[in-house]
Structure formats: structure tokens, C-alpha cells
């Protein structure tokens, strides 16, 4: 494979590796092209050509191969945890200090994360004193790269119906945002639910609360751990 020189310092490489980051989980693993042409909504033909030159660059971000997918390489998982980590510091201090909608905060902190810069976040994160998660319940990385893997799964992952602590919500559907806070249904709180089914998830967050009926498509949205 013949090495090129790649402009990495970009918004788009950044948002490559987020994605892959995201995508890959907490075990890293393979992450396919048509999943990340869903994620950025991107052309199939433009993903390849671009992690073609993220894995031929001089310094490769990624490990790609044609049909196995991709994944980070070590320099670009730590360029992926320090935009995380702006982009999870941002959400915090948007919402915590600027009082910004929970539905707002994510597309807010997408458009500022690439330009902030090392002591900018510096003085959020001391401002908001070290945070360890963001306003929808995902690790904050550390100044190091360093960040525990929570212990959670899907709410789709359930099969009968029970008490269980909200981990953290998927931050990519706003309206779905919005609609889960007005029930109650944030980070830390307590969960009854009942009737899971191959359908629907009914949710209740504490006993004076409306039901909320969430389509299974949209329950995975949702991460659990258990009160214990």
C-alpha cells in the first residue's frame, strides 16, 4: 500500500474517527463502511476513499481492510478520546452553566468541538469540577485518555419487565430527547418497566409518572444497569 501525505487536521477526519469510536464500542471492534455511511450520511464510495487515506497516511489513523471493516489505530483512538472528550465537556457546560435544552446540546457542542482549544477546555472542565459524565449519562474521557467502561446494556436487551437505573440516552434524536426528560427518564433515575415486548416498551420513571410507550426501535435509545 504506497504511504500519502493526508491532511488529518480537519473537521471531516475528526468526525471519521468519532464515529468509529462510537460505532466500535467499548471493545473496539470492526466497524463496517455501510454502518458508518449511515452514521455520517455519506456515500459508501466516499467512506472508502476516505479510510483508504486515513490507513495509507504517515501517521494511519485507522486499520482498514476492504470487507472486514475498520477500526482505530492507537494514535487514532487517542485523537478520537480528545475530541470525545471536547465534545462531552462542551455538553456539560452547555446544559449545566448555559441552561441549554437537553434536546440542543448535542448539535451545539458538534459545531464547537473542532476549535476549542487545550486551555479552553481545561478551564470548563475545572469550571464544572472534572465531570465524569455528560448530560446524557456517557464517561467524560480524562486529560489522559482514560475512560471506564459502563456497565449497561440496551433496554431492548430485556426480556421481562422489572426495576432497573437509566445508564445513559442516545444523544442523536433530539425529539426523542426531549420526550424521554418530560417523563422523567434521565441518567440516574429509577425505571419500572413493564410489558416489554417484540413491539413496544412501556416506561414508567417514578410512581406519580405518565407511562411512556416507546416503539422497539426507539427503547434502544435507552441503556439500563441494574439497582444493585
Same mark, same amino acid.
Given at each position: ?82 475530541? *470525545? ?11 449545566? *452553566? ?13 459545531? %464547537? ?14 469550571? %464544572?469540577? !472534572? ?6 449519562? !456517557? ?11 459502563? *456497565? ?16 445513559? *440516552? ?59
Amino acid at each position: 500500500m504506497t504511504t500519502r501525505r493526508v491532511n488529518l487536521n480537519t473537521e471531516s477526519v475528526d468526525n471519521y474517527l468519532k464515529a468509529i469510536f462510537t460505532l466500535g464500542g467499548p471493545d473496539e471492534e470492526r466497524v463496517t463502511s455501510s454502518a458508518l455511511a449511515e452514521r455520517l450520511g455519506v456515500a459508501p464510495a466516499s467512506i472508502t476513499n476516505m479510510l483508504q487515506k486515513l490507513a495509507a497516511s504517515l501517521s494511519p489513523l485507522v486499520e482498514y481492510e476492504r470487507r472486514r471493516g475498520v477500526r482505530l489505530s492507537p494514535a487514532g483512538r487517542r485523537r478520537a478520546l480528545e475530541i *470525545v472528550r471536547h465534545h462531552r465537556l462542551l455538553e456539560a457546560f452547555l446544559y449545566e *452553566v448555559l441552561d441549554y435544552p437537553i434536546e440542543e446540546v448535542h448539535d451545539e457542542a458538534e459545531r %464547537l468541538e473542532h476549535f476549542i482549544s487545550e486551555r479552553f477546555e481545561e478551564r470548563i472542565a475545572t469550571k %464544572l469540577r !472534572h465531570p465524569n459524565f455528560d448530560p446524557h449519562g !456517557h464517561c467524560i474521557p480524562a486529560m489522559d485518555g482514560k475512560m471506564p467502561k459502563q *456497565v449497561s446494556k440496551p433496554l431492548t436487551d430485556i426480556e421481562e419487565g422489572g426495576k432497573f437505573l437509566v445508564d445513559s *440516552v442516545s444523544d442523536h434524536d433530539a425529539i426523542l430527547l426531549k420526550q424521554l426528560k418530560a417523563h422523567g427518564i434521565t441518567p440516574g433515575a429509577r425505571l419500572q418497566v413493564t410489558s416489554p415486548s417484540q413491539e413496544e416498551f412501556v416506561l414508567r420513571a417514578g410512581s406519580p409518572s405518565k407511562a411512556l410507550r416507546l416503539s422497539r426501535a426507539l427503547a434502544g435509545a435507552v441503556r439500563i444497569r441494574s439497582e444493585d
